[in-house]
């Protein structure tokens, strides 16, 4: 794994890090990967459980602000997980609501049905929680995921992450309340 560019002990990096694993790298959002974005965040299995959607690829510009204004505003950064061999963008991963102050990020991922099930996330999740916790110091990474979703839940009690609880009726979502489950990972927590 690398990432050049870092320069952190508190502050913001310079550049984008960019992640390797075996198989695959993470690489920054641009602003040309819109239809890459719109082919995921409009498909019915991957938004089941997601929480943003579109169902045109111009409103999916308001997510491609959404990648740029976190990095700008320093509270979060998404890659796109990319094949090395065949190159093919297969979803998304990344961190949000990074807080300094507390040490701690949320995270979030998402992959295109074609590549479920095949050890995709389980592969570049474990590089980016890794980089998380040793670039940025982080003591603390939250997981929240949709009651219901239990694909997702599997993934970070696979990776170490303790169910810490229920947020009743915590979101809006398609004409009815949704309930969160909260799930965290302290630096302490993690397998080495």
């Given amino acids: 794994m ?4 870092i320069h952190l002990n508190g502050n913001w990096p310079d550049m984008y890090p960019e992640l390797r694993t075996e ?3 993470l690489k920054q959002i641009l602003a040309t990967d819109q239809e890459f974005i719109f082919q995921g ?3 019915p299995e991957v938004i089941r459980y997601y929480g943003v959607s ?3 690829l111009r409103d999916t510009k308001f997510q491609m602000q959404f990648y740029e204004s976190i990095w700008k505003q320093k509270t979060g950064m998404w890659w796109k997980i990319v094949d090395l061999k065949t190159k093919e963008q297969l979803g998304a991963c990344g961190m949000n609501s990074y807080n300094a102050l507390h040490q701690k990020a949320e995270i979030g991922y998402w992959l295109l049905p074609a590549y479920w099930k095949k050890g995709v996330i389980m592969e570049v999740l474990p ?9 940025w110091k ?11 979703n239990e694909s997702s839940c599997g993934v970070v009690r696979k990776l170490g992450f303790t ?3 229920l947020m009743r009726d915590a979101e809006f979502k398609n004409g009815r309340w949704i309930n969160l489950l909260i799930y965290s990972l302290l630096h302490y927590d993690r397998p080495v």
């Fill in 163 to 165: 169910y810490e609880g």
């Fill in 41 to 43: 965040l409009s498909n």
């Fill in 138 to 148: 982080l003591h603390r990474i939250e997981a929240i995921i949709e009651e219901g």
């Fill in 127 to 135: 590089a980016m929680i890794n980089h998380l916790f040793s670039r």
């Fill in 23 to 25: 198989h695959f790298e």
């Fill in 2 to 5: 690398s990432a050049a560019g």
């Fill in 54 to 56: 579109y169902s045109t």
